[in-house]
């Protein structure tokens, strides 16, 4: 294509930016339900992960051996609640079946929703803080502390994360705890990245020396002029890291390397696989249930972007 | 060459139909040069636009919109139509030549892109083209600065070289927006110059947009003042400066601060804001601003007419004649 | 140079250099010196490039020059660290040439103007933006309108009475501004320099007024000073040195205003076509003699020192026009 046309485009998408107001007011209706619908969801899996003691169902590692690979809606009879303080076997009902060991998947489910949210929500927040903070001071202050946090951040994400993984698993053991930490660790480059990148942008921009000019300290500046216009890109990007952490749990059990004392939905659908020809829901409905909450936090994470773009052009 | 005949441009969006263009017609002869002058936000330069299609798709035509260029009628709503004449016969120069310029390639491939693309010359034709342009807007040393890059430039530099671009493939008609509103005024001057001794030579058709009606003052043979979406007046340069009727335009002439006035003049500015094009005001959509507006100003809209000699204005009680009673 | 008495800003052989890629050193300011007279507005004229805003960033000490006084009411803002600079800031504001830039786009415009007085810690919540409401009608806006508004809905003219509001709430002493109206329509420039004008008379302001546009600086400045590549070429009263002015340079930039009437075409202008040369490598003797129409010889070796030609009126030339 020829160059003056290229030229053109791109001045029409300014043009275009200029009147996408109008597009945005019609696609408004369309636009919250699919704000809504993920936020629900989320809502729903959180609701069910910090409920999960209360509902009147099995421990998620009772094993009925009468009901092993039950087909939904099969009857048992199983203790309620925590084994020790259960007053005999009880009649339930298992809505969504059992696993080939007779746990009860629903229970499973509500359980594992603790891991996947853990691990997904405390791991980008250890990479917010610790890398939008430093991507933040990197870019402002620039010199020394550029270079040397550029050379940490690429030393980190040279290094192969599965092998991090693995030696802390090993020699500490895979806890919930440890395996957060260590992917927290791992998405700090990535938040640094953005973090200094929006900074810099807007540590240039004219109301920056404004507040100098008035007298404002470093600090101030950074928490009053530079984070509220960084701080949503992170807020976007961080519910893209959930959404990606999440998933990674998921590929960390196939490994053998999640959380092995607890139920976790990566850990489901890895133990399903063998069961794939005879009982294919083992795998797919918490694959599933892994779907839904990773398409919802996509779908915010985007919404959000829209939401909160602020236009700095007028018409 | 060019007629333009009620072009109407709406944008449509949430907030309504934004009249940015409402109605506008014009002719431009080959190798004439019109100036349109007015604010931002007065549809100059989607105008223009409109002419070359470089428009979002929220944007309609009105149904009598009629375009004709060089004889032929043009169809402004047609992908394949406007291709046959944009960069070609039709060439636009942006304001900002930073942006209008891609960053990452050579001057030299971007003039000879266009070429190769349009005109189908072959590299070492093309290059030697390239060459001959660069030279010919008054870059020094053509031959090494083809080789450059954007940011290696100055930013008068830059919008020669995208004069260069919009002129490679011998134009009929150029449309300049805003050319020399990112630039300092020696610099200004310079490219004003290189673009009326270009289209001199190429006998070309020029629209000339500004916001400045010092800029235009002495380069365009005729000058369309636009307000509102509207050209409110429009006659030959010399008369328009003699004899100024629409109130609009003295507001703008009065509101640039003059070398011969003594120092700090206080200037005479127009009060209020240009007119919300989703809902402009009725009659005169100056009317709300204008300190001459009579009520059948704001009842009536004034046609734009009158004036011997070329000289069209839209008001009922333009400057020079006495007001109502 | 005018005489000690009531000034308020003096600026004496101020140096800004910058380190640039590739170990350059740019000078950007090089030994440039004038005063401001208290309630007097110096107008700063220069091409892009030529240190006109590095200069005015000197003088805020944003960032402080590599050498040379900055001395404001007497005092020397160069050495200023801490509190004390802190202080002496209330004093000197400034605002911008992008409308929007200068505004932080996600803070309501009652905020960023009452800002200031958040950062000097005066008075509560309230207080302050009563005071913002009543700075915000001084300079044309409603209030109760702006108040809550984000910057992206207001027009660019409008978003300079912001930072002229934000600049003026503290009452400076003085008013750096750098290209107010370069970015803004004639329409809207007029308002803005209307405003400022009157903004001058009712807060005493004494001002520096950067611009590339004579015909602007005109308008509001009583002192002009031309600067080019990081030299001062010539600095006079501006009635003067409109009419008959003494640098080459100064006579080139006069000829290139467009002046709206279509008899008077504008006239060649009076410079050797050419770019400006490189600030990192600046030609040696006088710097305009690249480009000046009059150089000689000597102009290419020796440079020309800062000379008085008249009564406040200096000029760095060896051929005077």
């Known amino acids: ?134 991507g933040m001071a990197a870019g402002y202050w620039r010199g020394m502390l550029e270079a040397t946090a550029v050379g940490v951040t690429d030393t980190i994400l040279a290094f192969p994360g599965i092998v991090l993984l693995l030696a802390i698993v090993f020699y500490l053991g895979g806890s919930l705890l440890n395996l957060t930490l260590a992917l927290g660790f791992l998405t700090v480059p990535a938040f640094y990245r953005v973090a200094r990148a929006n900074t810099l942008t807007y540590a240039e921009r004219e109301f920056v020396t404004a507040a100098k000019a008035m007298g404002a300290s470093d600090v101030s500046i950074l928490a009053r002029e530079i984070l509220p216009n960084v701080i949503m890109p992170m807020l976007v990007y961080a519910l893209l890291i959930v959404a990606l952490l999440i998933v990674v749990e998921g590929v960390l059990s196939f490994l053998g390397l999640s959380v092995p004392t607890a139920p976790s939905w990566g850990g489901m659908i890895a133990e399903g696989r063998e069961y794939l020809d005879e009982h294919p829901r083992l795998c797919f409905v918490p694959a599933f249930v892994m779907f839904l909450t990773v398409l919802s936090f996509n779908l915010l994470g985007d919404r959000l972007r829209g939401l909160t773009d602020v236009r700095e052009s007028n018409i | 060459m060019l007629t333009v005949s009620n072009l109407r441009t709406h944008f449509h969006t949430g907030r309504g139909i934004v009249r940015a ?27 223009v636009r409109s002419l070359l299609g470089l428009l979002p798709s929220t944007a309609k035509f009105g149904g009598e919109t009629e375009i004709g260029f060089e004889g032929r009628p043009l169809d402004i709503r047609s992908e394949t139509a406007l291709n046959q004449v944009r960069g070609r016969a039709i060439a636009m120069v942006f304001q900002d030549p930073m942006t209008s310029l891609n960053p990452v390639m050579t001057v030299g491939a971007q003039i000879t892109e266009s070429l190769r693309y349009h005109l189908g010359l072959t590299g070492g034709e093309a290059r030697e083209r390239a060459v001959a342009l660069i030279d010919s807007v008054g870059i020094p040393m053509a031959r090494q600065r083809i080789d450059q890059h954007p940011h290696q430039l100055s930013g008068g530099l830059r919008q020669r070289v995208a004069i260069a671009i919009a002129l490679a493939c011998e134009p009929k008609l150029l449309i300049a927006d805003e050319p020399t509103t990112a630039l300092d005024v020696t610099i200004q001057a310079e490219i004003l110059d290189l673009l009326a001794r270009q289209q001199a030579e190429r006998d070309m058709a020029m629209i000339l947009i500004t916001h400045d009606l010092g800029v235009v003052a002495g380069r365009a043979d005729d000058i369309a003042v636009m307000y509102a979406g509207r050209i409110v007046e429009r006659a030959p340069t010399a008369r328009l400066f003699a004899n100024m009727r629409m109130p609009y335009t003295q507001a703008l002439m ?37 300190p001459r507006a009579e009520s059948r100003c704001t009842d009536h809209e004034p046609p734009l007419e009158g004036g011997e000699s070329g000289h069209r204005f839209a008001c009922w009680y333009p400057v020079g004649e006495p007001g109502a009673a | 140079m005018m005489s000690g008495n009531g000034e308020l800003l003096k600026v004496e052989d101020l140096v800004v250099t910058f380190n640039q890629a590739g170990g350059q050193r740019l000078r950007a300011v090089d030994g440039v010196g004038f005063a401001v007279a208290k309630g007097e507005t110096l107008g700063l004229v220069g091409e892009s490039g030529c240190g006109k805003s590095s200069l005015a960033r000197a003088v805020i000490q944003l960032p402080p020059p590599t050498s040379g006084r900055v001395l404001l009411d007497g005092e020397d803002l160069t050495g200023l660290a801490g509190e004390a600079l802190r202080r002496t800031r209330r004093k000197i504001q400034m605002i911008f040439q992008d409308p929007i830039s200068s505004l932080n786009p996600r803070r309501r415009i009652g905020d960023t103007v009452a800002q200031p007085l958040r950062i000097m810690r005066r ?21 109760g309108d702006a108040i809550d508004r984000l910057p992206h809905q207001f027009s660019g003219g409008q978003c300079q009475r912001i930072s002229i509001a934000r600049a003026l709430i503290l009452e400076p002493e003085f008013l750096i501004c750098d290209e107010p109206v370069s970015a803004l329509d004639v329409s809207v420039q007029a308002q803005i320099l209307n405003l400022l004008r009157e903004m001058r008379a009712r807060y005493g302001l004494t001002m520096l007024f950067i611009s590339h546009d004579l015909a602007v600086v005109k308008n509001i400045c009583d002192r002009v000073a031309v600067m080019y590549l990081a030299k001062l070429c010539e600095i006079g ?31 060649k202008i009076a410079l050797v076509p050419g770019e400006l040369p490189s600030p990192t490598d600046p030609p040696p003797g006088c710097r305009f003699h690249t480009r000046c129409p009059h150089a000689k010889a000597i102009c290419k070796q020796v440079e020309p020192e800062v000379k008085e030609v008249g009564p406040g009126r200096s000029v760095a030339c060896h051929f005077p026009l």
């Open chain 3, 237 to 267: 009263p501006s009635e003067e040195l409109y009419r008959s002015p003494a640098h080459p340079y100064t006579a080139a930039l006069l000829s290139a205003i467009p002046q709206p009437s279509p008899e008077r075409r504008p006239a």
């Open chain 2, 254 to 290: 009065n509101a640039i601060p003059r070398l011969e006035a003594p120092p700090n003049t206080p200037l005479r500015t127009i009060g209020g804001r240009p007119p919300d094009l989703v809902n402009p005001p009725p009659g005169c959509r100056f009317a709300p601003r204008c």
């Open chain 3, 123 to 143: 008075g509560g919540r309230a207080e302050r933006d009563a005071q913002a409401c009543d700075m915000l009608a001084a300079v044309g806006l409603d209030p």
């Open chain 1, 1 to 134: 294509m020829s160059r003056s046309i290229h030229g053109f485009e791109r001045r029409a998408r300014v043009a275009e930016a200029v009147a996408s107001s109008g597009a945005r007011g019609a696609r408004r209706r369309k636009l919250n339900v699919m704000l809504w619908l993920p936020i629900a969801w989320i809502a729903f899996v959180f609701g069910c992960a910090l409920s999960a003691d209360w509902w009147p169902m099995p421990e998620p590692d009772y094993m009925d051996f009468l009901s092993q690979g039950a087909p939904p809606g099969t009857t048992g009879e199983v203790p309620i609640g925590a084994f020790e303080s259960s007053e005999g076997l009880e009649h339930y009902v298992f809505w969504l079946g059992t696993d080939m060991m007779g746990r009860d998947i629903v229970s499973r489910l509500m359980f594992g929703a603790r891991v996947s949210l853990t691990l997904g929500l405390l791991a980008p927040l250890i990479g917010l803080v610790i890398g939008g903070g430093l």
């Open chain 2, 21 to 47: 263009v409402d109605g506008v017609s014009f002719n431009l002869a080959r190798g004439r040069t019109l100036g349109i002058v007015g604010e931002s936000g007065s549809g100059k330069t989607v105008l």
